[in-house]
């Protein structure tokens, strides 16, 4: 049994928001003037606290977007998310789903060998382990082999967030700093720093704390034309046992363009790790925290969009090159669209949160989604749709064993109880609402293994598979959608062979789950202490 919390625990626990929420106005109201004057202050504040969601955002609508069921209406009914992001026409024979970690952990290690213009990785951290110095090796005999053999000129770019990446004495920028060292005119290294961490905040909060007030999340591993997209980090659990989503997509040099670019831009408005270990900012960027915090933002989501803008631009240019591949019977069918998806509110970009609410808002009786999350908490917004309209949804979530907290030290072994108090509230507004035919909550179980997965697939009416899939970083929950930088991708496609794939992918996930049920928090093992009831608000802001 865990031993009682005490007071000094429970205190320090809350001290943190709570603390930083008294500064944060404090240096509102004394430096604000200060701020203007001289364009930053170290002492400036930013908000730690969540706020309530605001208003609701103005959903997108065109004209006939709500689209006739089935395939043959599909890309009428999807197709309003080109009017606000670039649209990527792709042959669904290129896009393949990965499975396990290990062959997430194979394919990137394979195409680093073989690359011969580019690796782009970001990730939140880099491990430290084994299985991550064999990562890193692939990438120096590729710089190697590039210099001696190819006569080539391999670009190797890396983007980790710069808390994470910086915990502990041995950390990314230890694994990573060899590498720079050897190769720096051919090896970059970007550690993102939100600008909500400064001033006294930065000073008061210790390392692993500093994480909670928002990360560079977004999980895209790029190797010349060919792209992985997950949720999964680099280290070496989820190389192993920790169940997460992947996505390949080979051969999709415009996809892969954009997210090299997505990435270069995202690189460029973060600190830049030297040889020597230390770091410094690009010429003419604003700092994160030493800046002033509005400045920062604004340059970096002007930085960021100019990606998003080009993009669509460019994609008239592609449209004559994909022409002339059909012309020659190059390239196969393109029956698939992929639509990147951004999310950075720190910054003032919220893509993502638009588009998905949109989705929601769409899925209309007789639609199914079958949405997951390794941290189950969504937004009140999402959370409002979910229990608002009429699609059937299926949602899974770990359970408390596979928690990835799950047996942690500390404070920190207490959020997956936290989790279950979370899914009972909204278990109890379900079954208040009478909504349990519509809505069912499921537990992922697997013996020694976490659960990391987070997305959805959408059925339309009357459809055994399904069209569409998100598939990312965002967890659908506060930290997502509100303090963490994110990126997934929509795949729209009527590639049947495709479908059966996502479907398979779904169908392996939820095959391990067992349904929620009144029963299921009646267990003892789902008993939340009462202080862990009192503080779940604040974790769930923050993890």
Known sequence: MAA????????????????????????????????????????????????????????????????????????????WMAEHVPAFRVPGTHIHILTSPDQFYQAMKARIKTAKRRVVMASLYLGTGPLEQDLVDCMQEALQRSQEVDNSVLQVSILLDYTRGSRGQTNSRTMLLPLLQQYSSRMRVSLYHTPDLRGLLRLLVPQRFNETIGVQHIKAYLFDDDLIISGANLSDSYFTNRQDRYVLLENCWEVADFFSDLVGAVGDVSLQLQPDDSVSMMENMVHPYRGNRDDFSASAR??????????????????????????????????????P???????????????TRRLLTDAGPGATVFLTSGYFNLTRAYMSLVLGVGADYRILTASPEVNGFFGAKGIAGEIPAAYIHIARQFYSKVCQLGQQERVHLHEYHRAHWTFHAKGLWYYLRGQVRPCLTLIGSPNFGYRSVHRDLEAQIAIVTDNQELQAHLQEEQEMLYQRSTEVSSSTFQQPDRHVKLWVKLVTPLIKNFF
Not at 6 to 15: E, I, K, N
Request: net charge positive; hydrophobic share 35%; proline share 6%.
């Open 341 to 355: 998806l951004v999310q950075m509110k720190p910054l003032g970009i919220q893509v993502d949160e638009e588009i």
């Open 4 to 79: 009682p919390i005490t007071w000094r625990r429970l205190g320090y626990c809350v001290y943190t928001p709570a603390l930083a929420g008294v500064f944060t106005r404090i240096s509102d109201r004394f430096f604000r003037t200060r701020d203007r004057r001289r364009g930053s202050s170290l002492l400036l504040l930013a908000p730690l606290l969540a706020e309530a969601d605001p208003s609701p955002l103005p959903l997108f609508r065109s004209p006939g977007s709500t689209g006739a069921q089935g395939t043959d209406g599909l890309h009428a009914r999807f197709l």
């Open 302 to 339: 002007q930085h960021i969009m100019e990606v998003v803008n080009t993009a669509r631009t460019r994609q008239d240019i592609a449209k004559s090159e994909r022409l002339k591949r059909e012309s020659k019977g190059e390239g196969g069918k393109e029956d698939t669209w992929v639509f």
